[in-house]
């Protein structure tokens, strides 16, 4: 399986090339080294600035690559094939600090920060998600309060992507009333700013070469101009670069999904039991009709959300759809992968079973699926 995509231009080709051989030759050799280590890898990240993976979507102008966002689709998911945390890193770079401002950032805030964003020469952070509140972030308890020309920030971000290798961070808080949609902002916070710091580092079942920490302020002193947008419209921003965010989760559990897959079909040919390849079992054959099935589906919704994305018409629906299926299918056909290989899948000798600990975070990770049937039966109920 070259690629699921009936259609795919020749320009997409050269973008599938480009993110698979730099994933060949810089990220494979390593992944197991950095899964065990839980080592996230800052200087791959200086590297794939330079490569523009880390401003896919960033305008030329502000130093990205310029592109949209089917090509980013394609990125994330080569990347994946070989590496989820990788892919999950340069996911939440692009679509979240990074997309945060090149969404809601006055012209002066995206020619300060993007630039760096996009050449890797700095790493993003995004923090909305705290200790209490996952799902429900709207009930969040970090608070910012105005004190002259500054805002003071206060409270802990958790399970936040980069949250110590990070330059800089997007922060959303509360400035106004709980459980107001309006009471909360966004805030440009730069590593280095008194009252900012790294807390515990998560470990984790998979994803482990992607770092996840708490970000903890402590009466955080914030200039008014690193505001982004109005102030009271963070939760709001917050919601429509989830949206974008979304697309690229799902490109991530596809791209896991079919290293899963690929790896599967090359051992389905080469293991024989019962004095033939495992291949021509109807029980294993079977299975891998599944999972080209399930991963060829996904791929539309995953590319069907990034058309209308480009297109700039409402996608909540069709993202929340996307994400919610890949990264499922992503659990089963991992959970597939595992079975195919036997007893062999469950060592850390072969590939799968990290693939399958690395799957399950698309079914958590910038929503779960849960709440992206929430998200799909409230829009589907509006139409
Ligand atoms: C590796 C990793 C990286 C992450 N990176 C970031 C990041 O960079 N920035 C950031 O802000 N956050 C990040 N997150 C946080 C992530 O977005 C949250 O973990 C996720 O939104 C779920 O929140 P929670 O973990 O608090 O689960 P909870 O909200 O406590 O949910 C627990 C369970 O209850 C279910 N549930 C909750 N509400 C409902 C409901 N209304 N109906 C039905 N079921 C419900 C959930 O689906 C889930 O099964 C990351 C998480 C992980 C694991």
Known sequence: MKHMSPIESEHLQMIRESAKSFAEKHIRPHVMEWDEQQHFPKDLFHEMGKHGFLG???PNEYGGAGLGYQEYITVIEEIAKVCGSIGLSVAAHNSLCTGHMLLFGNEQQKQQYLPK??????IGAWGLTEPNTGSDAIRMKCTAYLESDHWILNGTKTWITHGKSSDVAVVIARTGELLDSRGMTAFVVERGTPGFSAGKKENKLGMRAS????MIFDQCKIPKHQVLGLVGDGFVQAMKVLDGGRISI???ALGIAKGAYQASVQYAQEREQFGQKI???????????????????AELLTRQAGKMKDQHLKMTKQAAMAKYYASEISVAVATDAVQIFGGYGYTKDFP????????????????????????????????
């Not at 770092?211 to 708490?214: A, G, H, K, L, P």
């Not at 291949?279 to 299975?287: D, L, S």
């Open 250 to 252: 799902a490109a991530l």
């Open 117 to 122: 964003l996009a050449t890797g020469e700095w």
């Open 352 to 383: 799968v079973e990290k693939y399958y600990r690395d799957a399950k975070l698309c079914t958590i990770g910038e929503g779960t699926s849960e709440i992206q049937k929430l998200v799909i039966s409230r829009e589907a109920l509006k139409e």
């Open 211 to 214: 770092e996840t920490t708490e």
């Open 279 to 297: 291949a021509q079992f109807q029980g294993i054959a079977f299975k891998l009709a599944d999972m080209a099935t399930k991963i060829e589906a």
């Open 56 to 58: 896919v979507l960033v």
